[in-house]
């Protein structure tokens, strides 16, 4: 944080068309919000704070958009460790909730969901889908994909395009995280359970406690065995996701 005062000095200097905003508490959908009410082009480019990327990466983004089928985009994401690859695929899916992201392939093809730290969407298509959902919280798992599936729904393509490219850094610290002990355990619980209530069916349900195993052991050992929170979490998200919105 401390250099941000010098970054918004810069973003606002003499001939810079740039407006910094700031949101509290912090919150990666409300930002994205904010974002799409205050910018004014046909296309939206959301990428995250800590992404390194070349000049040519709102050109890759645009050149896309000739595809008036093309409801949304999304670029490449390295990061360290990470490989590039030739498979035909950049995500998966499955009706059983297990979400399966290559987002390092080398191949232009079309794809299921979104990765929110490099992906564009028409601004015709955000007006039609509305506003990206505040329930989710913390670490804001599954809120791009959420979006994803109700652009497909509006019988939008989502491409996948590699030449549109950022090195993602991960902080670990910024953004909208919350430093409280746990509250990254109780957001997975609450974020996952909230996007299955939402779209998977039931019959998967327990394929998502399996996955969640470590998540629920981990938080024990670190609240002596206390598991409530989580329960209120999975219990909230159910309530969450039949309120009507």
């Known amino acids: 944080t401390r250099p941000l005062p010098r970054v918004r000095t810069f973003l606002q200097g003499e001939g810079r068309d740039i407006r910094h905003l700031t ?39 645009l050149e896309n958009y000739e595809d008036p089928s093309i409801g949304a985009v999304n670029g490449r994401i390295m990061y360290d460790g990470a490989e590039k690859n030739d498979e035909p695929w950049a995500a998966r899916l499955t009706r059983s909730g297990a979400y399966l992201r290559n987002f390092t392939t080398n191949r232009r093809c ?23 959902d505040l329930n989710y919280w913390g670490n ?22 590699p030449r549109a490219e950022v090195f993602h850094v991960m902080v670990k610290q910024g953004g909208s995280r919350d430093p409280a002990p746990g509250s990254y355990l109780e957001s997975t619980v609450f974020n996952d359970w909230y996007f299955f209530f ?48």
């Open 23 to 61: 949101l509290s508490p912090p919150s990666t959908t409300a930002a994205r919000n904010l974002a799409i009410r205050e910018s004014l082009g046909e296309i939206v480019l959301f990428l995250d704070d800590d992404v390194l990327f070349q000049t040519d990466l709102i050109r890759h983004h």
């Open 110 to 132: 079309e794809a299921p969901t979104l990765y929110g730290c490099n992906m564009s969407i028409r601004r015709k298509v955000l007006q039609e889908v509305g506003d990206f």
């Open 140 to 161: 804001f798992l599954w809120e791009e994909t959420d979006y994803a599936l109700q652009i497909r729904r509006k019988g939008y393509r989502i491409q996948y395009d």
């Open 198 to 245: 939402k779209y998977i069916s039931k019959v998967y349900w327990p394929c998502l406690l399996y996955r969640q195993k470590r998540v629920w052991w981990n938080y024990g050992r670190l609240n002596r065995m206390n598991l409530g929170p989580l329960f209120r979490e999975l219990y909230r998200a159910w309530k969450k996701s039949t309120s009507p919105s």
